[in-house]
């Protein structure tokens, strides 16, 4: 990899960061302020902040570790990969949920 194409790859990644990052987050807390009611939402966060981390942490580790495997391409399509499972993985959370009584 050149290092023209190298320096694009960070740029790519700030702004896909920069982006997306705070406007998924927004949405993840939209759609939890929307799917608990406040009894319930207090024992749902709680479950939501401990996760989070431990979410990015494994998924910062395996983006890593694919990176060193297969090169900076991989590990910048397991960053584009990781958001797409984590919704639908939160989808699929999400109507599971909607069927429960409260």
């Given amino acids: 990899m050149t290092s023209e194409s190298s320096e694009l790859a960070a740029i790519v990644l700030y702004l896909h960061v920069a982006a997306?990052?705070?406007?998924?987050?927004?949405?993840?807390?939209?759609?939890?302020?929307?799917?608990?009611?406040?009894?319930?939402?207090?024992?749902?966060?709680?479950?939501?902040?401990?996760?989070?981390?431990i979410g990015g942490v494994a998924g910062g580790m395996l983006a890593f570790g694919l990176s060193q495997l297969g090169g900076v391409r991989a590990g910048l399509w397991t960053l584009v990969a990781l958001p797409l499972v984590s919704a639908v993985v939160g989808r699929a959370l999400v109507r599971s949920t909607r069927g429960r009584s409260t």
């Fill in 20 to 53: 997306f990052g705070a406007t998924s987050l927004a949405g993840v807390w939209a759609a939890i302020g929307e799917c608990f009611d406040p009894h319930r939402a207090r024992r749902a966060v709680a479950t939501i902040v401990i996760g989070g981390p």
